[in-house]
C-alpha cells in the first residue's frame, strides 16, 4: 500500500494549485482517501475526505468554501483543488487511507473520528504560500 501526494509548489496569496494522490499497489475503489497537512511546529490537520464513490465529501472550517476534493478512480487518482491560498496554508499536504482495512480487503469511509479513521499518510507534497 502506497500513497504519493504530489503537485506542490510556492504560490502567491490568492494563487491556486492543484494536488494530486496517487495509489500503487492497490485500487483505490473501495477506499475513502483523506488529505491532511502539517505545518512546521504544528500538529497534523485533517483538512478533507472524499468517499469511495466521490458522492460525499468533508472539509475542515480553515479550507471550506476554498478547497474541493474530488476523485477520478478510473485513474486511480484523487485531487485536492486548493484556491485563494493564503500564507497560512503553507504546509506538508498529504493524503492518507485506512491502511489495515486496504490489508484486509474491506472497504473503508470518512470515519467521523480523528484522522477520518485514517492509519497511514504517504509521501506529501510542499505547499508554500508567499509574496
Known amino acids: 500500500v502506497q500513497l504519493q501526494a504530489s503537485g506542490g509548489g510556492l504560490v502567491q496569496p490568492g494563487g491556486s494549485l492543484r494536488l494530486s494522490c496517487a495509489a500503487s499497489?492497490?485500487?483505490?475503489?473501495?477506499?475513502?482517501i483523506g488529505w491532511f497537512r502539517q505545518a512546521p511546529g504544528k500538529e497534523r490537520e485533517a483538512i478533507s475526505c472524499?468517499?469511495?464513490?466521490?458522492?460525499?465529501?468533508y472539509y475542515g472550517d480553515s479550507v471550506k468554501g476554498r478547497f474541493t476534493v474530488s476523485r477520478d478512480n478510473t485513474k486511480n487518482t484523487v485531487y485536492l483543488q486548493m484556491n485563494s491560498l493564503k500564507p497560512e496554508d503553507t504546509a506538508v499536504y498529504y493524503c492518507?487511507?485506512?491502511?489495515?482495512?486496504?490489508?484486509?480487503?474491506?472497504?473503508?469511509?470518512?470515519?467521523?473520528?480523528?484522522?477520518?479513521?485514517?492509519?497511514?499518510w504517504g509521501e506529501g507534497t510542499l505547499v508554500t504560500v508567499s509574496s
Open positions: 492518507g487511507i485506512d491502511r489495515v482495512k486496504v490489508l484486509l480487503g474491506v472497504a473503508s469511509g470518512c470515519s467521523p473520528t480523528r484522522d477520518y479513521g485514517m492509519d497511514y
Open positions: 499497489g492497490f485500487t483505490l475503489d473501495d477506499y475513502a
Open positions: 472524499i468517499s469511495r464513490s466521490g458522492d460525499t465529501t
